[in-house]
Nanobody, 120 residues
Framework: QVQLVESGGGLVQAGGSLRLSCAAS????????MGWYRQAPGKQRELVAA???????NYADSVKGRFTISRDNAKNTVYLQMNSLKPEDTAVYYC??????????????WGQGTQVTVSS
């Protein structure tokens, strides 16, 4: 019922930048939180950055100072600006949205994933 569409992934050289977008649509009363996760081959999925509806943010130590998460509540969209990319940032990036379908219930939804590859 809730659809997440991710975009912005690609292949870049080390030191380059990418901006990921994730737009949510469907049956949404409100969005409580949005975040970005990533999963490299053979690795566990890890939280990269998260933002609450109030604007509080949280970042993985490995991306602090390089990545910035932001959101446009009116568009139900979350962004991840990735600067100074490193080869170790290579992974599939997934958007997660915590959606309130009513004032009394919420659910988690995941995007389809977008590949980010950083060459050295």
């Amino acid at each position: 019922q809730v659809q997440l569409v991710e975009s912005g992934g690609g292949l870049v050289q080390a030191g380059g930048s990418l901006r990921l977008s994730c737009a949510a649509s469907g049956s949404i009363f409100s969005i409580n939180a949005m975040g970005w996760y990533r999963q490299a081959p053979g690795k566990q999925r890890e939280l990269v950055a998260a933002i609450t509806s109030g604007g509080s943010t949280n970042y993985a130590d490995s991306v602090k100072g390089r990545f910035t998460i932001s959101r446009d509540n009116a568009k139900n969209t979350v962004y991840l600006q990735m600067n100074s990319l490193k080869p170790e940032d290579t992974a599939v990036y997934y958007c997660k949205v915590v959606v309130a379908a009513s004032p009394y219930a919420q659910s988690n939804y995941w995007g389809q994933g977008t590949q980010v590859t950083v060459s050295s």
